[in-house]
């Protein structure tokens, strides 16, 4: 069936120490949906109930790296939707 993969890597500083983070997803066809609804829709549907809560109240021109201090809510709300990153650190 249908399924969806994803790996990011972000390679920096941290705490004067370098650091790669590496996140990996892989979600299958399940309850009915498939994959990219799930991991594209779900997400969406994410930021759309932090603008709802009054947590997310940029204007003008947003893009993705805005929504990085809010990581954590989004990846909450994707993992209770059994949507789940798989985070390494080396």
């Known amino acids: 069936k249908d399924f969806t993969i994803m790996r990011i ?3 920096g500083m941290e705490n004067g120490d370098k ?3 590496q996140y990996n997803l892989l979600d299958r066809y399940q309850d ?3 994959s990219m609804a799930r991991t594209t829709g ?3 549907t994410a930021v759309a109930n932090l603008v709802l809560k009054g947590k997310y109240n940029q204007t003008g021109i947003s893009p993705p790296e805005y929504l990085g201090k809010h ?3 989004v990846k ?3 993992e209770d939707r059994g949507v789940n990153y ?3 650190k080396n």
């Open 42 to 44: 779900f997400t969406c």
């Open 86 to 88: 798989k985070v390494k």
């Open 19 to 21: 650091v790669i983070y």
């Open 32 to 34: 009915e949906t498939i």
């Open 76 to 78: 909450r709300y994707l």
């Open 71 to 73: 990581f954590n809510f």
């Open 9 to 11: 890597v972000i390679k």
